[in-house]
């Protein structure tokens, strides 16, 4: 039946295109989970782009989906961390009420505004940032004991974080690692652990605020956050033993690239509305 042969091979068709988009979200997990585990972020900042350069997500709907997949991707790097003691709760806490609450204004600006600014002014601040880690020599040797003002300060930085967390669909370390090793003196592989610890609580609200406003697929999210969370324990352990000084220049270096990105991508968008 000519009929019935079209309809096994366009069924062929489609299991073979969602095989295929599904081998490509365990890679970009894979991926995203080492970087995380490295370097204490939640893996966002290729997740994002892969999303929309691999699987054809619209961006929007890509910042939402990568931030449900940051979720499995941070606990499990959070994890190999905190069986190292390679997390500061104190901080932790202060950073968590920030972020939780920067969340929540993300997920909402992310409706409502154009990216244009913010994303400029973010790409200035990793650019300032990886010039200040390159050219910071001296080993962080732990923080001093926490005053009011410092711990109103970490909610500051929690909360800055939160908002690029819900807004971006990153966990928000690029911004919590290197403020705590410059402004608090923290050891790199104590704030890798302690940002990783505040990525849990703000992807799960952003994650849940999203979800309400149909802006993640939760599918894709668990494909891709499932397949990273074995990398992602493995590269916390390689990064716990990893000396400051390598640590901070390859965390420059990221910053560097997720600034250029960032540029390119905005260079884009301005091209195609000019075209338009």
């Known amino acids: 039946m000519p009929g019935y042969g079209a309809a096994v091979a366009a069924a062929s068709t489609v299991e073979r295109t969602v095989s295929r988009s599904t081998q490509r979200a365990v890679l970009v997990g894979i991926v995203a989970g080492f970087l995380s585990g490295l370097f204490g972020v939640g893996g ?139 402004g608090f003196g923290v050891t790199a592989a104590v704030a890798k652990g302690t940002s990783l610890l505040v990525i849990v609580p703000t992807a799960l609200m952003g994650t849940w605020r999203n979800r309400t406003k149909r802006n993640a697929d939760l599918r894709t999210a668990a494909i891709v956050g499932g397949a990273g969370i074995i990398s992602a324990f493995v590269a916390g352990k390689i990064s716990v033993g990893m000396s400051e000084t390598v640590s901070n220049v390859l965390f420059a270096v990221l910053l560097l690239v997720v600034a250029a990105r960032m540029a390119w991508q905005l260079a884009g968008e301005r091209r195609a509305r000019r075209a338009a």
């Not at 997500?57 to 499995?72: I, K, M, W």
């Not at 069986?83 to 600006?109: C, H």
């Not at 910071?136 to 926490?146: E, V």
Request: aromatic share 4%; proline share 3%; net charge negative.
């Open 44 to 182: 966002g900042i290729l997740i994002v782009p892969a999303l929309v350069a691999v699987l054809g997500f619209e961006q929007r709907h890509a910042h939402g989906t990568s931030l449900a997949a940051v979720l499995p991707i941070g606990a499990s790097s959070m994890l190999s961390y905190a069986l190292e003691d390679k997390v500061d709760w104190s901080v932790g806490l202060f950073l968590a009420i920030g972020a939780i609450a920067g969340a929540v204004i993300g997920t909402y600006i992310l409706h409502k505004l154009p990216h244009d600014v913010l994303a400029v002014a973010f790409a200035v601040l990793l650019l300032a940032t990886a010039v200040r880690l390159l050219v910071d020599h001296s080993d962080a040797t732990g923080r001093s004991a926490l005053s009011v003002v410092g711990a109103v300060a970490l909610v500051v930085i929690g909360l800055a974080s939160g908002i690029l967390a819900g807004l971006l669909g990153v966990g928000g370390g690029i911004i919590m690692v290197p403020a705590m090793v410059i």
